[in-house]
């Protein structure tokens, strides 16, 4: 497998534009989580789904922020307006439930977003 | 609120020694705890899993406690090695959350 894949891997737009990162899980993993990672904050939770559901959006900072998972080899991440303070970069994870939902998960490579 | 903190930002450790990472956290009650490797400009790597009733676990070199009374864990990489440089994420696990920490940029020096 060729592991967690995301798309664009940098990503530089302008306030106020829309972006949309894209991700695709490890096949036959029922969990996929979105992050965000900065220096100040470290590594943070936004969302993550169950078998395509979103289970948990505690962590999206905002109404901008909004994620999809059509089907269980796809989803999306999007912010809409952008602003300088969401450049970031953004992982998606993806794992497979054994004993509970955080079980070991398997991070892509990342989005590094630059909002100007 | 709940907070994780890894001991220090950078580590430096002379090869060869043991290289001893820590993890604290307040006002948290984690099932499970587990450490990721991270690299520059790549995602996080999953290393090691501990839960709240176990303490200790040991993968290779790797060795992690977990002390729920001090509310610590401490991550020892033994016979360390300059690829074993790298930033070191802890991260809790419990109440249907996920906390990690900031992490600890380790260098081995040859």
């Known amino acids: 497998d060729a592991g967690v894949i995301q798309s664009p891997r940098h990503e530089v737009t302008e306030m106020g534009q829309e972006v949309t990162l894209r991700c695709k899980p490890i096949s036959g993993h029922d969990y996929l989580f979105w992050y965000r990672q900065t220096m100040m904050r470290g590594l943070e939770l936004l969302i993550y789904?169950?078998?395509?559901?979103?289970?948990?959006d505690s962590g999206m900072p905002e109404d901008r922020f909004s994620a999809k998972m059509p089907n269980a080899s796809f989803s999306t991440l999007k912010i809409q307006p952008s602003e300088p303070r969401d450049s970031a970069v953004y992982f998606c994870?993806?794992?497979?439930?054994?004993?509970?939902?955080?079980?070991?998960?398997?991070f892509g490579p990342g989005t590094r977003l630059t909002v100007l | 609120s709940q907070k994780i903190e890894q001991n220090s930002e950078a580590l430096n450790i002379q090869e060869g020694k043991t290289a001893t990472l820590t993890c604290n956290y307040t006002?948290?009650?984690?099932?499970?705890l587990q450490w990721y490797r991270q690299d520059p400009g790549r995602g996080p790597v999953f290393l090691l899993l501990?839960?709240?009733?176990?303490k200790e676990k040991r993968k290779e070199r790797l060795k992690v406690t977990f002390d729920t009374t001090l509310k610590q864990s401490l991550f020892h990489i033994t016979a360390s090695q300059p690829a074993d440089s790298a930033t070191y994420l802890c991260a809790l696990v419990g109440d249907d959350k996920i906390i990690f920490g900031k992490g600890t940029r380790l260098h081995i020096l040859p």
């Open positions: 994870a993806s794992s497979l439930s054994r004993a509970g939902s955080y079980n070991e998960q398997f």
């Open positions: 006002n948290y009650s984690p099932a499970y």
């Open positions: 789904f169950n078998n395509n559901v979103p289970i948990d």
């Open positions: 501990i839960r709240e009733n176990e």
